[in-house]
Structures are given as structure tokens and as C-alpha cells.
């Protein structure tokens, strides 16, 4: 019914930049709050980015603040997630999300899941 895939991961050195991508499958998100996540293993998933479909509000973590920016294509149902300046910390695995809601929390359960996509950061 509603997919998302999410793309771009790779082996990146520390300073350099990844650009993910999250492609929607749907009728429509014009009302949908999405968001990234990111969990390394044996570590607990972390907040990345959220946002509304629609525009209008974006939230990022402090860790990623002035690094990370969203990037939407409303005519390919895709989001972009701009990572620069990389450091190690930031290797996990990322997956993008969604839940039909235009407002409320960032915070999980969403409806909908990519099935993740690895970024791993060297120095």
C-alpha cells in the first residue's frame, strides 16, 4: 500500500558527504509527518531529522545542526537527506519514516519504515 526506500549509503571518509534519498509510494503525503532515524549496532536508535511533507517545520538534533539538511522533489515523492562535513560518530544505519499526521511529536511509533540504508564514516 505505502512504501518507502531509502537509498545513497556508502563508505565515506570523515569530512566528506552522503546525500540519502527516501522514495514514497502512495497516493499521497501531502499530510504526513516524516522523519530519519539512526541506530548503530548495539546502540539504541537515535533522532535524526523530522519534518512535515508539506514544509513548514523541521527539527534536527543538535548533533547534526548546521551538517545535515532536508531536501524534498514533491513531482518524484522523495526526500533528500544532505549530510556533510561526516564524522565517525555519524556511521550507522539510516532509515527514513512516516506517519499520517500534519502535527504532534517527532518521536515514534511512525506507520511506515524504509528498510535502512548503511553509512559508514572512516578516518
Known amino acids: 500500500q505505502v512504501q518507502l526506500v531509502d537509498s545513497g549509503g556508502g563508505l565515506v571518509q570523515a569530512g566528506g558527504s552522503v546525500r540519502l534519498s527516501c522514495a514514497a509510494s502512495?497516493?499521497?503525503?501531502?499530510?504526513?509527518?516524516m522523519a530519519w532515524f539512526r541506530q548503530a549496532p548495539g546502540k539504541e536508535r537515535e533522532f535524526v531529522v523530522g519534518?512535515?511533507?508539506?514544509?513548514?517545520?523541521?527539527v534536527y538534533a543538535d548533533s547534526v545542526k548546521g551538517r545535515f539538511g532536508i531536501f524534498r522533489d514533491y513531482a518524484k515523492n522523495t526526500v533528500y537527506l544532505q549530510m556533510n562535513s561526516l564524522k565517525p560518530e555519524d556511521t550507522a544505519a539510516y532509515y527514513c519514516?512516516?506517519?499520517?499526521?500534519?502535527?504532534?511529536?517527532?518521536?515514534?511509533?511512525?506507520?511506515?519504515w524504509g528498510q535502512g540504508t548503511q553509512v559508514t564514516v572512516s578516518t
Open positions: 502512495g497516493r499521497t503525503f501531502s499530510r504526513y509527518t
Open positions: 519534518f512535515r511533507w508539506s514544509g513548514g517545520s523541521t
Open positions: 519514516a512516516a506517519k499520517e499526521s500534519f502535527s504532534g511529536s517527532y518521536s515514534p511509533p511512525y506507520d511506515y
